[in-house]
C-alpha cells in the first residue's frame, strides 16, 4: 500500500540542531492542533485522529530519531532536546497560537514547552502519561526489532491496540515502519529506543505547577498509567478537567481515535 492512499497530506521539513523535522499536514483550517507522538510512535499515529477532528487544522510531529525526523549520533534523546525541537518547528509555522496534544512522551514534551511559552500555547492535552517513573532507562519492554513484510507489521500493531480501527493502525504499520537493509520491515526509529526510554530520568511535577493555559488530561481505561496519578496531576493544575477513555489502551490515538478526537473538541469547543 502506498501512503497517499491514506488520504491526501502535506509533508514539512524544518532543520533542527542536528538535522531535519518532519511533520505531516493533515490540512483543515484555522488555529493550528499540533499532536506529538510516543516513543514508539510516529506521525502517522494521528492519522485517524485528525480525520474526526475534520475541518480543523491538524499537525503532526515526528520527533528526533522518529519517523523521517533526524537521529541524534549522540543518542541526544532527553525531553529537553524535544522541547528545542518543538520551539523550532513551531516557530516555522508564524502562527501566534497553537494548541498542543501530546501522548506519552510526547505529552511531556508539550508539557514543558506550555510552562516555557505559556503566550504560545492557547490549549494543552496531556494524554495518558506519569510526570515520573520508578522504571528506569533501561527497563525497555521487549518488541520486534523486524517483520518479514508490511503485513507482519500490521497484524502486530493490530495485536497491540485490539481496538484500534483498521484505518488507524495501516496508517501506523504503513508510516510508521519502513524497509531495512537486509530487506525486512523494521520500526521507524532510531535502534536506541529498542533499549533506552530516556523520559525516565525526569520530573515533571513541578512543571505542572507553571501551567497557565486550559489544560485537559486524558487517561485509558487499559494503560500502565495510574488513574490516581493522574488525578493528582489534575489537581495540580486549577482549572484544568481529567476525562477517561474506557475503551482504549495507552496509546488512545491509535487504539480509540474517535473518542479521544471527541474529548478534544468538547475540550476546545467552536
Keep these: 500500500m502506498a ?9 514539512h521539513v524544518v532543520e533542527g540542531a542536528i538535522g531535519p523535522l518532519h511533520s505531516i499536514d493533515y490540512g483543515g483550517s484555522g488555529q493550528p492542533i499540533v499532536c506529538i507522538h510516543g516513543v514508539t510512535g510516529s506521525a502517522w499515529g494521528w492519522h ?3 480525520a474526526a ?3 480543523r487544522h491538524v499537525i503532526a510531529l515526528d520527533m528526533r530519531g522518529h519517523g523521517d525526523s533526524a537521529w ?3 543518542g541526544a534523546y532527553d525531553t529537553a532536546d524535544h522541547v528545542g525541537d518543538l520551539e523550532k518547528q513551531l516557530d516555522a509555522l508564524d502562527v501566534e497560537q497553537v494548541t498542543l496534544v501530546g501522548s506519552s512522551w510526547g505529552a511531556l514534551v508539550a508539557l514543558e514547552y506550555s510552562a516555557r511559552h ?3 500555547v492557547a490549549h494543552l492535552a496531556i494524554v495518558d502519561i506519569e510526570p515520573s517513573f520508578e522504571a528506569r532507562v533501561e527497563d525497555v519492554p521487549p518488541r520486534p526489532r523486524e517483520f518479514e513484510s508490511y503485513e507482519g507489521a500490521l497484524a502486530w500493531v493490530e495485536e497491540s491496540n485490539p481496538r484500534a480501527p483498521r484505518s488507524a493502525a495501516t496508517a501506523l504499520a504503513y508510516g510508521a515502519f519502513a524497509p531495512d537493509a537486509t530487506g525486512h520491515i523494521a520500526p521507524k526509529h532510531d535502534p536506541f529506543f529498542f533499549e533506552r526510554w530516556p523520559f525516565r530520568n525526569g520530573d515533571h511535577w513541578e512543571t505542572l505547577t507553571n501551567l497557565s493555559c486550559p489544560t485537559l488530561f486524558v487517561h485509558a481505561g487499559f494503560t500502565f498509567v495510574q488513574g490516581e496519578v493522574m488525578r493528582r496531576m489534575q489537581e495540580s493544575v486549577p482549572g484544568s478537567r481529567l476525562v477517561e477513555i474506557a475503551e482504549a489502551g495507552h496509546v488512545i490515538p491509535v487504539d480509540n481515535p474517535e473518542a479521544l478526537a471527541a474529548e478534544l473538541v468538547d475540550f476546545l469547543g467552536s
Design 118 to 120: 505559556p503566550h504560545r
Design 48 to 50: 485517524d485522529v485528525a
Design 3 to 11: 501512503l497517499t492512499e491514506l488520504g491526501p497530506v502535506r509533508h
Design 53 to 55: 477532528l475534520a475541518p
Design 72 to 74: 541524534s549520533p549522540s
